[in-house]
């Protein structure tokens, strides 16, 4: 199958390109390297050193003999994206692209403002694309269980049936996001359904939750495919900065009570999560949601894990309760259905110790790295 991987740079979707070049598709990538600037902006890094997206390929190239094409340029701007359509006209257009932090879209005004442009424009430029260039491509866009907020019911998969003043309907489930980037999500989210229904696009929105993990099979296979690893108070995420936390001696960081509960999964489920949906497209018309999640974590929960795998590695460990910098419940129900990509067949990795020891023992090499001023929270939602 012909895929366009866009964000084919960063975190998810640099291993999610060489999982689906190394199962036999034919893969490209645009990427606009923005988040490599904006390591610039914020003083900060990956802990892990990453090579350019150049070299990344070409060693690609060098040890399968596969070759990924790259095209480096914004899906906000039409020309280049219409030009990346003719020349590919891909199957599948698997869309990572987005501004993903929610305290960098909460810095301030411009942030926020750039954060929604960058994120609605680019996708409203894909779905003009597909509708353009390529009408039978399957859009697999990259949304989030944030969209959904904590609502004090069970969440559906994208829908939920309603029974109002004796009438009945499936209706698009509440959204209720936290920060401006995840409402990016849902706007997101509410122009792929209405291109669907209005223009006969195929999409599935991939609803997903926290990803944790460093490495897949293929960014092992040598040091210049490494995948990016974010620890900062602005990009990195819960667990995968607990564990790094807790490999430069520092208090893992838990906002207010740490009763806040969200979906995990493993990167390694990422990559296949896509190459599922890639597989199953939707049907023309149809806009398909799945929750890409595989188990749910409280942050405290979380922090007691790493706390315990650190400890039997011979590090010391504490929790610290750090005042929350967001407005969010810090207890609150939660239960969301996730069987529409466990049914078409994926198979999870869980967090077991074992994991966490796995992601510990990577960062540690690199410990060094660490710019230890960024560790701590510096945004705050008010
Ligand atoms: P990332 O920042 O590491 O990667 C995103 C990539 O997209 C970067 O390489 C960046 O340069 C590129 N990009 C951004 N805007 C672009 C544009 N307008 N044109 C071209 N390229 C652009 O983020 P990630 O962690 O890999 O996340 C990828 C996607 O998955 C995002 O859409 C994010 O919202 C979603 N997601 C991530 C997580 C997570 O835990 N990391 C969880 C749920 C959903
Ligand atoms: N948190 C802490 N301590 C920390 C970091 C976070 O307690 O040091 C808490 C936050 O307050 C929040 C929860 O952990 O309650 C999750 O925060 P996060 O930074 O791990 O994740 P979030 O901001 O939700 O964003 C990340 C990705 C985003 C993706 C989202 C999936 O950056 O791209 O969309 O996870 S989800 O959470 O399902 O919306």
């Known amino acids: 199958m012909k895929i366009i991987v866009a964000g084919g740079d960063g975190f998810c979707g640099w291993p999610t390109a060489l999982y689906l070049s190394k199962q036999g598709h034919d893969v490209s990538i645009i990427d606009s390297m923005v988040r490599r600037k904006i390591d610039d902006e914020l003083h900060s890094n990956s802990i892990t050193p990453i090579a350019s997206l150049e070299d990344r390929v070409a060693k690609w190239k060098e040890l399968t003999g596969k070759e990924i094409r790259t095209y480096e340029g914004d899906l906000q701007h039409y020309d280049f994206l219409q030009q990346v359509m003719e020349q590919e006209k891909p199957e599948a ?15 301030d005004r411009e942030h926020a403002v750039y954060t929604q442009v960058n994120n609605v424009v680019g996708n409203l430029n894909v779905l ?37 003043k004796g009438r009945k ?48 099979n293929e960014t092992n296979m040598d040091p210049v495919l490494t995948n990016r690893l974010d620890y900062d108070g602005v990009f990195g995420t819960a667990l995968n900065r607990f564990i790094i936390q807790s490999a430069i001696g520092r208090n893992l960081t838990v906002y207010g009570k740490g009763g806040q509960t969200r979906g995990f999964l493993n990167l390694e489920d990422t990559v296949r999560c896509v190459e599922i949906a890639a597989e199953k497209p939707a049907e023309p018309g149809e806009f398909r949601v799945f929750n890409q999640f595989t188990e749910d974590f409280s942050v405290l929960e979380l922090a007691e894990r790493v706390k315990k795998v650190a400890e039997e590695e011979g ?19 939660l239960e969301a259905v996730n069987t529409n990509l466990l049914d078409l067949g994926l198979e999870p990795h869980f967090l077991t110790d074992d994991v966490i020891r796995h992601i510990l023992k990577a960062v540690i090499e690199h410990k060094e790295r660490v710019i230890e001023e960024n560790v701590l929270p510096s945004v705050s939602w008010k």
């Open 93 to 107: 257009f698997v869309h990572f692209a987005e501004q993903r932090s929610a305290p960098y879209s909460m810095i």
């Open 315 to 333: 590090y010391h460990v504490d929790v610290d309760h750090l005042e929350n910098p967001r407005v969010e419940l810090e207890e609150h129900f």
């Open 128 to 164: 003009y694309a597909i509708k353009e260039m390529a009408p039978d491509c399957h859009l697999i866009k990259l949304g989030t269980m944030g969209e959904y907020g904590t609502p004090n019911i069970p969440i559906e998969e994208g829908y939920l049936e309603v029974e109002h």
């Open 169 to 216: 309907d499936r209706l698009p489930f509440p959204k209720q996001p936290g920060s401006f980037y995840h409402l990016s999500k849902v706007h997101d989210s509410h122009n792929i359904m209405f291109a669907c229904r209005v223009w006969g696009i195929r999409a599935t929105d991939l609803n997903q939750g926290i990803v944790y993990g460093l490495d897949t």
